[in-house]
DNA sequence: GAGTAAATAT
DNA sequence: AATATTTACT
C-alpha cells in the first residue's frame, strides 16, 4: 500500500522515492543554518566554569570524528552488527534513550590522584558508561527483558561508595543506595549483589589492612574506603566533620546538581540479530548538544524510554 | 517486598 | 578465577 514511516531515513542513494525528496527537503529547511550552530572547536563551557565544577573537558572532536561516528551510527541503525566497541576509546553514541548527557570515556592511568592530603570534595562529575554485554538496541516494551551484564567500573562503583559512606553503614541497604545513586538502569538487584561483595571486602579489610592490592579486588581498591565506613557496629554517622560528601542526600532543598548517569552503553549484539533500529529523534536538532544542567533532582533517574516507567522507582 | 547469604552463571 | 546474577531464606 503506502509507504509508512520509519521516523529515520538512512539516506538516499536510490531514490526511487520520488515523493520523499520534497519531504526530506522540507525537513531539512527545518534544520538550523551553519552558521547558528556552535563550533566544534568551540568549548559549550569555559575553562573556568570546567574547572570550577571539576568537569573534565571533552576530548576535541574534529570533523572527521563526526563523519565517524554518523557513519557507525548509520550502520548501527541498519542492524548492521559489524561495529561494537572494539573500536577506540570515544564514541559513545546515545539514541535516544540517553542522549540527553554524555559521558565521557576515560582512559587514564592509575595514578590519577591529586597527592594532595585532605579528603578530595568532588563535585558532581561524570561517571561513567559502563556497557552490558548484550542488546545492542533495547525495545522499552520489554521491560522485563534479562539485562545485560552490569559492569561495576571503578566511576560506578565510586559513586557506589560515596553514597555508601553518606549513609553510614547503619543505613546502606540496597534500595536506598540504588536511589541515591540515582544511576539509570541500575537496580536494587545491582546494589544488593555489589553491597554483599563490598561487606565482604570490608571485613576482610578490617582484619589485614595492608595486604597485597594485587590479588585482591583491583576495584574496590581503586576507590578508598571512607572512614564513616570503617565503625563497627552500630552508630549513627555522627557529624561529617567538615567533610563535606558531594553525594545526592535526600534532602528537600537545593543541593549539589548531581544528574543520574546512564549505565548502559552499546555493545554487541547476539547472533539472534534483528536489525531492529529505532531512532525516534524529535524535531529539535538543538537539544542534542544541550546538557541536562536542569535542576535535575534526585528522587528519580530520568529515563527517557517510550514509557515513563521506569525499572527502579518504587 | 526488602535485606542478606549462598548458589549459580558467564 | 573473578565477578555479576539468581535463588533461597528470613
Known sequence: MTEYETGVHLDEDENDDAGNDDRVHEW???????????????????????????????????????????????????????????????NNFKSAESI???????QEEPNRYDSRKSQ??????????????????????ARTAKRPRLVWTPQLHKRFVEVVAHLGIKNAVPKTIMQLMNVEG???????????????????????????????????????????????????????G????????????GATPIMPMPVYGMSHQGPGGD????????????????????????GQSVVSRTHPAGPNEK
Not at 597485597?212 to 552500630?234: C, M, W, Y
Not at 567538615?242 to 532543598?253: L, Q
Open 186 to 240: 541500575l537496580t536494587r538487584e545491582n546494589v544488593a549483589s555489589h553491597l554483599q561483595k563490598y561487606r565482604l571486602y570490608l571485613k576482610r579489610m578490617q582484619g589485614l589492612p595492608g595486604e597485597d592490592l594485587s590479588s585482591s579486588d583491583q576495584l574496590f581498591a581503586s576507590t578508598p574506603v571512607p572512614q564513616s565506613l570503617r565503625e563497627n557496629g552500630a552508630g549513627t554517622h555522627s557529624g561529617h
Open 275 to 298: 536489525g531492529l533500529g529505532y531512532h525516534g529523534f524529535e524535531s529539535n536538532p538543538y537539544m542534542v548538544q544541550q546538557r541536562d544542567w536542569s535542576g535535575n533532582r534526585y
Open 100 to 106: 540527553r548527557d554524555s559521558m565521557d570515556a576515560e
Open 28 to 90: 531539512e529547511l527545518g534544520l538550523p543554518a551553519a552558521d547558528d550552530l556552535t563550533p566544534l572547536s568551540q568549548a559549550l563551557i569555559s575553562p573556568e566554569l570546567a574547572s570550577a565544577f571539576s568537569i573534565t573537558p571533552e576530548p576535541s572532536r574534529t570533523l572527521l570524528d563526526v563523519n565517524r561516528a554518523s557513519k557507525s551510527t548509520l550502520a548501527a541503525l541498519r542492524g548492521n552488527s559489524a561495529l561494537s566497541q572494539g573500536f577506540s576509546t570515544n
Open 120 to 141: 578530595r570534595i568532588e563535585s558532581p562529575e561524570e561517571a561513567d558508561s559502563a556497557v552490558r554485554a548484550d542488546n545492542s538496541v533495547d525495545d522499552p516494551s
Open 242 to 253: 567538615n567533610g563535606h560528601i558531594p553525594v545526592p542526600v535526600p534532602m528537600p532543598y
